[in-house]
C-alpha cells in the first residue's frame, strides 16, 4: 500500500518539477496541495481538539469522583459523552487518518532520492540530498512555537512526537527536512485559519 503510495507522490513531484525545474520548489508545492486535499478531515480533527478541550474539566471531575471505583468511571463518563455527542474513538480515528499520506510521502521522497540524474537542489544554493542543520533547527523553533498553542494534556506526548522527528529528521538528507519544515509552517497558518473560524461560526450561532 505504502509502496503504492509513494510511487503515485512520486510520479506526480516529478511532473509538477516539469513546471517549476527545482525540486525544493516542487516539494513546497506538494506539500501545500496535499494540506488543501486533508484540509476538511484536518478541520474535523480541530473541532474534536476543541470539544475535548471543553470536555475536559468535567472528564477530570468524574476521574477524581470515581478514582477508586473503574466501573462506575466508565459508566458516567459513557453517559456523557452520549450526551454530549463526543466519540473518542472517532476523534482518534480521524486524527490517524492523515498517517497513510504521511508515509507515502516518506516513501515518495526516499524514491525521489534513489532517481538517477536528477538535480536535487533548492534555488541552486541547498543541496537536498545532503543534511542541513539551518533547516533543522528552523523545524525545532517552530515545533516549540506550535506546542504553545495545544491544550496542556496534548503537550507531553507532542514533546516526544517532537524528539522522535529531530532524530529522525538528523538521519536523513534535506529534502525530508524541506518537507517536514514546509508542513509545519503550513500548520500553524491552518490552525490559525481554524481559530478565526470557528470564532466566526460560534459568533454567528450566539448572535
Do not use: C, H
Not at 527545482?22 to 484536518?42: A, H, M, Y
Not at 517552530?142 to 512526537?161: A, H, R, Y
Not at 529531530?166 to 503550513?186: D, E, G, H, K, R
Request: charged share 15%.
Amino acid at each position: 500500500m505504502f509502496d503504492f503510495l509513494g510511487q503515485s507522490f512520486l510520479g506526480f513531484i516529478l511532473w509538477l518539477n516539469n513546471f517549476f525545474q527545482d525540486f525544493g520548489l516542487t516539494i513546497i508545492f506538494f506539500t501545500l496541495i496535499l494540506k488543501i486535499v486533508l484540509l476538511p478531515i484536518e478541520y474535523l480533527a480541530f473541532l474534536e481538539e476543541e470539544k475535548m478541550k471543553r470536555l475536559r474539566p468535567k472528564i477530570n471531575e468524574v476521574l477524581k469522583k470515581y478514582k477508586d471505583n473503574f466501573q462506575k468511571q466508565a459508566e458516567v463518563l459513557a453517559q456523557f459523552y452520549k450526551e454530549e455527542n463526543y466519540n473518542p474513538f472517532l476523534t482518534m480515528l480521524i486524527q490517524f487518518l492523515p498517517l497513510p499520506i504521511f508515509l507515502g510521502v516518506f516513501f515518495a521522497l526516499n524514491f525521489l532520492l534513489k532517481t538517477p540524474n536528477l538535480d536535487l537542489s533548492f534555488l541552486g544554493i541547498i543541496d537536498l540530498n545532503q543534511r542541513n542543520f539551518f533547516l533543522i533547527l528552523a523545524i525545532i523553533s517552530l515545533q516549540f512555537l506550535s506546542l504553545n498553542q495545544l491544550p496542556k494534556e496534548q503537550k507531553t506526548i507532542s514533546l516526544i512526537f517532537l524528539g522522535l522527528i529531530i532524530l529522525i529528521l538528523f538521519q536523513f538528507p534535506a529534502l525530508f527536512s524541506l518537507y517536514w519544515l514546509t508542513n509545519v509552517i503550513l500548520t500553524l497558518l491552518e490552525r490559525q485559519l481554524f481559530l478565526k473560524l470557528n470564532q466566526v461560526l460560534l459568533s454567528k450561532t450566539f448572535s
